[in-house]
């Protein structure tokens, strides 16, 4: 096909026409089981019918008015996130990269006001936090960097799942400032650290005056058995960054503030276009609304574990599978050897998956997925690691 879009993806060949719920439908009207959901976007899946009634009123009535003014659906989904998050303050944007920046930014401010002018945020081997100049920086993936030196200064990178390293940089470099930390690496392949890790990441940032900052990007709402990956552990942070599932497949992100990270921001510190505006917010307000008004996240919890309690039962005497880690429906296979040729294969059995790291099959179906669908998903993907791994 001789495009015009650059070549940015190696894109899958086809395209799809509509969908509904799990299913999705390609030009020739075949059909597929999403268990990816755009990447942790669609978590209520396809055409959901209350977002779809949200966005149809709000444009009938305003698109657009900037940040010049008030906006209405924004100070509601404000009130809203900060409930259901335990945070107290919101900035907008439209996408997961652009709220890191707002993070990295208030860390940036945070240091400032301490009188430390070059401050340094602590990042993490293979985190993945977006492909803007800034966060392309604190990304932990060197292919995501290469060609774009200079990076930006101020990340200090250390070992994932490793309290230690964190604490040997704090003990050495009085300039750090902050803690950006996925709550399980989602890119960098389902990694999911020991379950008081954060809570350790908490108590270092409370010892030494730093922000600890989550980006909850693909953890958060609902996807794994909470609102927010965070809430498992009983803490709050003070920077929490989300976009993906917020507006269900609508554009929209948001850098959440807690406590001495809340107030750091003043007129004029930073600002955007289209962040949070009305058509935006109104399907973001569905999105919570349904989460709120249903037991979706709770259930996300239990098909996780029911999804994953029926890999091991098809895969536990496959001595390829390394590990079968999840929480709620962020989900992990990992080989012992580089699959990427299943998701092709897993496309022409009519299944949307993904493989990250080259060995780790990942899953993010939408918490909408129902029992056949379940079915279905695990007996197409076990026969497939079935066939891929024992020719
Ligand atoms: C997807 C993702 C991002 C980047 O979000 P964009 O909307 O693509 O900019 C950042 N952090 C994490 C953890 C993500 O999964």
């Not at 906006?71 to 652009?98: C, H, I, P, W, Y």
């Not at 009983?234 to 554009?251: F, R």
Request: aromatic share 6%; charged share 15%; proline share 4%.
């Amino acid at each position: 096909m001789n495009s015009h879009i650059m070549p940015t993806y190696a894109r899958l060949a086809v395209t799809f026409e509509r969908g509904e719920g799990a299913w999705l439908w390609d030009e020739n009207n075949q059909r597929y089981l999403d268990a990816l959901s755009g990447i942790a976007v669609c978590n209520l899946g396809h055409a959901h019918a209350a977002v779809h009634e949200a966005i149809c009123q709000q444009s009938a009535k305003l698109l657009h008015t900037s940040n010049l003014y008030h906006v209405a659906n924004q100070e509601k989904l404000a009130d809203k996130l900060t409930e259901m998050s335990g945070m107290t303050n919101v900035f907008f944007s439209n996408s997961g990269a652009e709220a890191n920046e707002a993070a990295i930014k208030l860390a940036r401010k945070f240091g400032h006001a301490k009188s430390i002018s070059t401050p340094a945020i602590i990042v993490f081997d293979s985190s993945f936090h977006g492909r803007t100049l800034a966060t392309l920086s604190a990304t932990g993936n060197a292919k995501i960097q290469h060609g774009f030196e200079p990076l930006v200064e101020g990340f200090v990178r250390v070992p994932y799942n490793d309290i230690g390293a964190i604490k040997t940089v704090l003990a050495e470099n009085a300039s750090i400032v902050a803690i950006l930390v996925e709550p399980i690496q989602g890119e960098g392949g389902v990694n999911i650290p020991a379950p008081d890790y954060l809570n350790q990441i908490r108590a270092l940032c409370d010892e030494f005056d730093i922000l600890m900052m989550l980006d909850e990007i693909q953890t958060g709402i609902g996807r794994t058995g909470k609102f927010l990956a965070f809430q498992h552990n009983g803490i709050i942070p003070d920077v929490c960054t989300l976009a993906k599932a917020l507006g269900n497949g609508v554009p929209i992100g948001a850098c959440l503030a807690h406590g001495k990270a809340a107030e750091l921001f003043t007129a004029g510190n930073h600002g955007s276009t289209f962040g949070g505006n009305p058509l935006a917010c109104s399907a973001a307000l569905a999105v919570l609304t349904t989460l709120t008004d249903s037991d979706l996240i709770a259930q996300a919890g239990e098909k996780g574990d029911a999804i994953c309690a029926a890999f091991h039962e098809k895969l536990h005497s496959n001595s390829h599978v390394v590990n079968i880690r999840h929480l709620g429906l962020m989900i992990g296979i990992e080989l012992d050897k580089p699959c990427s040729e299943l998701v092709g294969k897993a496309l022409n059995a009519g299944l949307l998956i993904n493989v990250t790291q080259d060995k780790v099959i990942r899953l993010l179906p939408p918490l909408i997925i129902d029992a056949t669908q379940i079915t279905q998903l695990v007996d197409t993907l076990s026969m497939l690691i079935q066939e891929q791994t024992n020719p």
